[in-house]
């Protein structure tokens, strides 16, 4: 037995949003929502649900039947609009779950952070032989942060609720992390961003007025004339050197775990590896929440029953700023 996953946890918000709701919205048909955004519905979350509620939701699903005291380290990987700015949401998230003897930290990097949160606590573990189980936890509550008449911020209508947690432990009988690999091109660092708030804008009666607390995208156009070149690429680029690190190629492939795009995008990545739809999650009931994807995308595969032993299974994401970043994961569970 690896370093791996032991077991996962989802939580999501009652309230929905279908596609038809969203046409409403946005002014676009129902039929380009689904076809073409890849999304059927989403979840959102209300007033009285934040995404530190969220993640410790989906973080006892993950520690079901196991000792909160056995916990080691809480690291949580989430969304960076949480509950308040400047607060970290770890240490909360380790009380509530009453994980007492472990001490909490955050790593953020946007939507590519599952995958580097793997990495993360495999290394830890490897490296510190005092570490024994590591609860990597994350909320998302970017519903709330998307204005939907902004046309520039149109690519991120997916965005929706939800929580998720994975506990990774030194000797895991259900899979083993193995090999990762990450890609940053720094020269999307200025596109997208939540313009307000930060030390260049700090909150005010205008910034307020003009909206300017909403996720926004600088100039369309030249991020997309950019980005479109490298973007595919670049996921293929990073699953394919994590699976050669690992010893596989993408023909070893049983589940992709993505997060989840537009529809063409994701058939594009599917076809640069050569992988049937089947072996891939696609999460179109639920739509883009941060870096939560792949976490969520394991967790239905596992209640799917859609991993054997031996099979290879990869995690992969890209954040803005851009950083994409993918890790292999051999599932060890029971045959289904």
Request: net charge negative.
């Given at each position: 037995?690896?370093?791996?996953?032991?077991?996962?946890?989802?939580?999501?918000?009652?309230?929905?949003?279908?596609?038809?709701?969203?046409a409403v919205?946005?002014?676009?048909?129902?039929?380009?929502?689904?076809?073409?955004?890849?999304?059927?519905?989403?979840?959102?979350?209300?007033?009285?649900?934040?995404?530190?509620?969220?993640?410790?939701?989906?973080?006892?699903?993950a520690?079901?039947?196991?000792?909160?005291?056995?916990?080691?380290?809480?690291?949580?990987?989430?969304?960076?609009?949480?509950?308040?700015?400047?607060?970290?949401?770890?240490?909360?998230?380790?009380?509530?779950?009453?994980?007492?003897?472990?001490?909490?930290?955050?790593?953020?990097?946007?939507?590519?952070?599952?995958?580097?949160?793997?990495?993360?606590?495999?290394?830890?573990?490897?490296?510190?032989?005092?570490?024994?189980?590591?609860?990597?936890?994350?909320?998302?509550?970017?519903?709330?942060?998307?204005?939907?008449?902004?046309?520039?911020?149109?690519f991120?209508?997916?965005?929706?609720?939800?929580?998720?947690?994975?506990?990774?432990?030194?000797?895991?009988?259900?899979?083993?992390?193995?090999?990762?690999?990450?890609?940053?091109?720094?020269?999307?660092?200025?596109?997208?961003?939540?313009?307000?708030?930060?030390?260049?804008?700090?909150?005010?009666?205008?910034?307020?007025?003009?909206?300017?607390?909403?996720?926004?995208?600088?100039?369309?156009?030249?991020?997309?004339?950019?980005?479109?070149?490298?973007?595919?690429?670049?996921?293929?680029?990073?699953?394919?050197?994590?699976?050669?690190?690992?010893?596989?190629?993408p023909?070893?492939?049983?589940?992709?775990?993505?997060?989840?795009?537009?529809?063409?995008?994701f058939?594009?990545?599917?076809q640069?590896?050569?992988?049937?739809?089947?072996?891939?999650?696609?999460?179109?009931?639920?739509?883009h929440?941060?870096?939560?994807?792949?976490?969520?995308g394991?967790h239905?595969?596992?209640?799917?029953?859609?991993?054997?032993?031996?099979?290879?299974?990869?995690?992969?994401?890209?954040?803005?700023?851009?950083?994409?970043?993918?890790?292999?994961?051999?599932?060890?569970?029971?045959?289904?």
């Open positions: 037995m690896g370093i791996g996953i032991k077991a996962t946890g989802v939580f999501f918000p009652p309230g929905i949003e279908t596609a038809a709701d969203l919205k946005t002014g676009i048909p129902e039929q380009v929502i689904i076809e073409k955004f890849g999304l059927v519905q989403k979840h959102v979350a209300d007033d009285g649900l934040h995404v530190s509620d969220l993640a410790i939701a989906a973080g006892r699903q520690i079901k039947g196991i000792d909160p005291l056995s916990i080691d380290v809480v690291i949580y990987f989430g969304s960076p609009h949480k509950d308040y700015y400047v607060w970290s949401s770890a240490p909360k998230i380790q009380h509530e779950l009453g994980a007492k003897n472990a001490y909490a930290f955050e790593i953020m990097n946007v939507s590519s952070c599952f995958p580097i949160a793997l990495k993360v606590a495999k290394d830890m573990i490897a490296s510190d032989q005092s570490i024994q189980n590591i609860l990597l936890v994350g909320g998302c509550k970017e519903s709330q942060i998307i204005d939907y008449a902004n046309p520039r911020s149109r991120m209508f997916n965005f929706a609720d939800g929580g998720t947690a994975a506990l990774v432990t030194r000797d895991s009988s259900q899979s083993e992390i193995l090999e990762s690999a990450i890609l940053t091109d720094g020269s999307f660092h200025d596109d997208v961003r939540t313009p307000a708030g930060g030390s260049k804008h700090f909150a005010s009666h205008e910034t307020v007025e003009k909206s300017l607390h909403y996720i926004d995208v600088k100039d369309p156009q030249s991020m997309k004339d950019r980005l479109d070149p490298v973007s595919i690429a670049n996921f293929d680029h990073v699953i394919r050197e994590a699976l050669q690190r690992s010893g596989y190629t023909q070893d492939i049983k589940l992709l775990l993505p997060l989840h795009t537009k529809r063409s995008m058939k594009e990545l599917l640069s590896l050569e992988l049937p739809e089947e072996k891939a999650v696609y999460l179109n009931h639920h739509g929440m941060s870096s939560l994807d792949p976490c969520i394991l239905f595969a596992q209640e799917r029953g859609l991993l054997n032993p031996g099979d290879i299974a990869v995690a992969v994401s890209a954040g803005t700023g851009y950083t994409w970043a993918a890790t292999v994961v051999k599932w060890e569970g029971e045959k289904r």
